[in-house]
């Protein structure tokens, strides 16, 4: 399914060459500042790919929206890499310690990379059952890319509330 994203994303990327996105990160980033004392803010993710849309000429288009939600989720899974090695990391670190200690606990890295990788599986499932939704209709673009959007937002904060940890 990664691969239709891919190629919706491309399609939409050659047909908005003529029209630049409008896409910044500063709406998402104060819905976060101002909420920020709440447990979960993921409600803040699309944030910016609505404020895009409103902002990019035909950002209402099933490109323009195609186009303005993917910038919002490559702007979360740079913050999802960024905070998953930040956690690997720490996990590496604590394993060792406690090999070093003889300590028989399970790995903290090892079980880190095996959630992530199950929690790509679950996402690409779940997008795809979203995009299935849409019996094939064009909505069914716009709606998957919110989709990983979303997941990937929800992740991100979870690694990064890990990583404080």
């Not at 101002?34 to 993710?45: I, P, Q, R, T, W």
Request: net charge negative; proline share 2%.
């Amino acid at each position: 399914m990664m691969r239709g994203v891919t190629l919706l994303v491309c399609l939409s990327a050659s047909a908005l060459a003529a029209q630049e996105l409008v896409f910044s990160p500063a709406a998402t980033e104060a819905c976060m500042v101002e909420f920020g004392h709440l447990v979960d803010v993921s409600f803040c993710a699309g944030e910016s790919a609505n404020a895009c849309m409103e902002a990019t000429t035909d950002g209402s288009t099933t490109v323009g929206m195609s186009g303005c939600l993917e910038q919002e989720r490559v702007y979360w899974d740079g913050r999802l890499n960024a905070a998953y090695g930040v956690v690997q990391s720490g996990a590496r670190k604590i394993d060792a310690e406690m090999r070093e200690l003889g300590s028989s606990a399970p790995s903290q890295a090892d079980a880190l990379r095996d959630m992530q990788r199950a929690w790509i599986g679950y996402r690409d499932a779940t997008c795809d059952y979203e995009r299935a939704l849409w019996g094939g209709g064009t909505g069914g673009g716009p709606a998957t890319v919110s989709c990983h959007m979303s997941l990937t937002a929800k992740q991100a904060l979870y690694l990064e509330a890990a990583q404080e940890n």
